[in-house]
């Protein structure tokens, strides 16, 4: 037992009796060395009252040379001296008091049955000041204290153990507080004042949040001053349940794990990092209403803005990988760029090349149920010039053309869209190419500058487009193959070109009841050389157009490869 009351501990270094080696290369290049001490090392009990503990930062680093494989390597020695380190069974027990630390942190806990409690108390580090590894039973609880930083705090608690953060003063660190794990027993995080000298203010971990935890974190603390964001930060893979409450929050990447269940409640907003977004392998609920949407959204939201201080940056987007469910209702999807991984290289001629890139802001792989949602893809960046190595002595100049489509489904994807806004920057409002899937869109809007569908579906697939409004500058795209379905009634469609071209059709299809509204060349193009007995032409007579420029009927136009009869009606021919 020690008990001390205005003692003022200084000049510690410890003695460095921890080394870690860490291959800093997997190839076994270099291994830098790492030495740990404590200035105050408390496998038993400590009290200090209004005390001073200061530990000296021994040396920052040395270079060292080694021997790897009958070659001399060059690498450092790095030395961190911790002021306060509880261990074991420990308990400590810190009140109006001052720990100062050099070179790592002020306050290391490693305790599994021991406690800390620091009140009225400042820690000061170049480092982060806390770094809290409990487990077992322990709690470690630190009030009305000011914690002071160069780098982040870190919760990784295990077991039973708590956590008391409140009343708390906290600045400095990429993430002032990074919270990894944390035990099952008390927790509060309430009342903090984060005073921005970093990026961010908190870092918490999906695999260790809840309702309760989400709900303190971000409604019963004030973040100010922070370089990116003046919310909490949520980063991870949830692999059990969690219920996100109303609130503000930024977040990297998000993973639904497989049998996992994520429900964000209305009225709850999410803001991504530049690229990050939400991958569903088990089930995501987002569950707005009307009054209160849930906002999926990047930093380029202005919605953002009260609380990101770094006002631009696009999501990736949202995944839904094949067996995920995402049921979303009153959603806004904003800002969603997807990620571009695939790239199609066009040789015009033997002049130049041209690259395209295409992603999408929700790719669904499994199944998205969405209804009075919003959804936006922007316009990633316009087609920008480049140049490369043509010949042998020359370089020629081309462009790549980004395109985001707001909606892909892919695979053996379904797709219920239902009194929903879909909105395009640039690519396609909506791509299907499922080949097992189910497609059922109804009473919603698909713009985009480019088509506000392509149909590719094949296999057993059915897509069905009901009563919606179209509006594409190019040509939306029938090309269905196999036994694939498809129905396009009761929409109203408008396009600066051809409104709808039939290349293909697969199994059965109708495409009737639709009003073509101002098309600026033909309403519908529909290829010849699919055409099986000509009985196909009945599915697509029975629309009305209004408007156009030039021709105001079905344009048909292709070789022909089967014997076909045509039905009575009116056509154009190209």
């Known amino acids: 037992v020690l008990k001390a009351e205005y003692t003022k501990f200084r000049n510690m270094q410890g003695t460095f009796s921890k080394e870690d080696v860490i291959p800093t290369y997997s190839g076994s290049s270099y291994e830098n060395r790492y030495y740990y001490s404590s200035g105050l090392y408390i496998f038993g009990e400590v009290e200090l009252n209004n005390c001073e503990v ?13 021997s790897l494989n009958h070659e001399r390597r060059h690498a450092y020695r790095r030395y961190y001296v911790r002021a306060m380190e509880v261990a074991g069974t420990g308990n400590l027990t810190v009140k109006n008091s001052e720990v100062i630390c050099g070179n790592s942190e002020a306050l290391y806990v490693s305790v ?4 800390v409690f620091v009140e009225k108390s400042s820690l000061t580090a170049n480092q982060g000041a806390l770094a809290l590894r409990h487990g077992g039973t322990a709690v470690v609880s630190i009030k009305d204290s000011i914690i002071s930083e160069n780098a982040n705090s870190t919760i990784n608690s295990t077991g039973e153990s708590g956590f008391v953060f409140t009343g708390n003063t906290v600045s400095g660190g990429t993430y002032s507080i990074s919270i990894g794990s944390l035990g099952s027993g008390e927790y509060t995080f309430t009342e903090n004042d984060f005073i921005g000298k970093g990026n961010y203010p908190v870092l918490l971990s999906l695999a260790y949040a809840t309702r309760e935890r989400l709900d303190q974190i971000s409604n019963h603390n004030t973040y100010t001053g922070y370089s990116q964001a003046n919310m909490p930060v949520l980063d991870g893979t949830l692999s059990g349940n969690c219920e996100v409450p109303v609130g503000k929050y930024a977040a990297h990447n998000l993973t639904v794990a497989t049998g996992a269940n994520l429900v964000v409640e209305a009225g709850a907003e999410i803001y991504f990092t530049k690229d990050a977004g939400l991958t569903v392998s088990g089930e995501a609920e987002l569950q707005g209403t009307e009054k209160a949407p849930v906002i999926i959204s990047g930093f380029g939201d202005e919605r953002a803005w009260e609380g990101a201080v770094n006002r631009t940056g696009y999501m990736g987007g949202v995944r839904v990988n094949e067996g995920g469910v995402l049921k979303a209702e009153y959603t806004k999807f904003r800002n969603m760029q997807g990620v571009f991984s695939k790239e199609d290289v066009v040789i015009t001629g033997s002049t130049y090349e041209d690259r395209f890139y295409y992603s999408s802001g929700m790719y669904i ?7 009075g949602c919003e959804i936006y893809a922007t316009n990633y960046k316009p087609a920008e010039n480049y140049s490369y190595k043509k010949y042998t002595y020359g370089y020629q100049y081309a462009y790549r053309t980004y395109h985001t489509r707001a909606i892909e489904v892919v695979g053996k994807g379904n797709l219920i869209l239902q009194d929903t806004t879909v909105t395009s920057g640039q690519g396609s409002a909506l791509l299907i190419s499922t080949t097992a899937g189910t497609v059922d869109i109804t009473s919603s809007t698909l713009t985009s500058p480019q088509s506000a569908f392509s149909l590719s579906h094949s296999g057993t697939a059915s897509v069905s487009i009901t009563g919606c409004t179209l509006n594409g500058k190019a040509s939306s795209v029938l090309a269905a193959s196999g036994e694939a379905t498809t ?9 600066s070109t051809v ?6 059709y697969g199994g059965d299809f109708s495409v009737k009841g639709n009003t073509f509204l101002d098309c600026g060349h033909y309403p519908m193009y529909l290829f010849l050389g699919d055409l099986q007995t000509g009985e196909e032409l009945t599915k697509i007579r029975d629309n009305v157009v209004v408007g156009g420029n030039t021709f105001y009927d079905v344009v048909l136009y292709g070789t022909p490869v089967n014997n076909f009869t045509i039905p009575k009606g009116r056509y154009f021919c190209e």
């Open 54 to 66: 200061e530990a000296t930062n021994y040396k920052s680093e040395e270079a060292y040379w080694y």
């Open 112 to 115: 599994v049955g021991g406690n």
């Open 365 to 371: 792989l499994g199944t998205a149920e969405l209804d």
């Open 487 to 495: 129905v396009i009634e009761n929409n109203t469609i408008t396009c």
């Open 499 to 504: 409104a709808l071209k039939l290349n293909s």
